[in-house]
Nanobody
Framework: QVQLVESGGGLVQAGDSLRLSCAASGRTISDISMGWFRQAPGKEREFVIAMSKIGDMTYYVDSVKGRFTISRDNAKTTVYLQMNSLKSEDTAIYYC???????????????????WGQGTQVTVSS
């Protein structure tokens, strides 16, 4: 099973950019779908973005389209979440997950992920 560790969170101002990293160990992630979820205080974990293991297809929640992108490095051991034009409503703990599934419907569901990182806090001040 893959182990995941997120990093890169912090306190930024609205309009700023931030890049989160998710470092994987234990096995390659080239044949795994990867996703990012977030959880704000008092709310459930919410799907943000995912990259399928098939063709690197990318799926987004509408609120981040045009602002967030997901990518993998060449060695297939790190996944990135580039967040631009951050808003106060993006404030949350961000979690990286690994999934055996490939389709959009499955990747939007947190219970379809097999491994999770510990999370990294992103705070956007307005």
């Amino acid at each position: 099973q893959v182990q995941l560790v997120e990093s890169g969170g912090g306190l930024v101002q609205a309009g700023d950019s931030l890049r989160l990293s998710c470092a994987a160990s234990g096995r390659t992630i080239s044949d795994i779908s990867m996703g990012w979820f977030r959880q704000a205080p008092g709310k459930e974990r919410e799907f943000v973005i995912a990259m399928s293991k098939i063709g690197d297809m990318t799926y987004y929640v509408d609120s981040v389209k045009g602002r967030f992108t997901i990518s993998r490095d060449n060695a297939k051991t790190t996944v990135y979440l580039q967040m631009n034009s951050l808003k106060s409503e993006d404030t949350a703990i961000y979690y990286c997950g690994a999934s055996r599934y490939a389709t959009e419907d499955n990747l939007r569901q947190a219970n379809n992920y097999d491994s999770w990182g510990q999370g990294t806090q992103v705070t956007v001040s307005s």
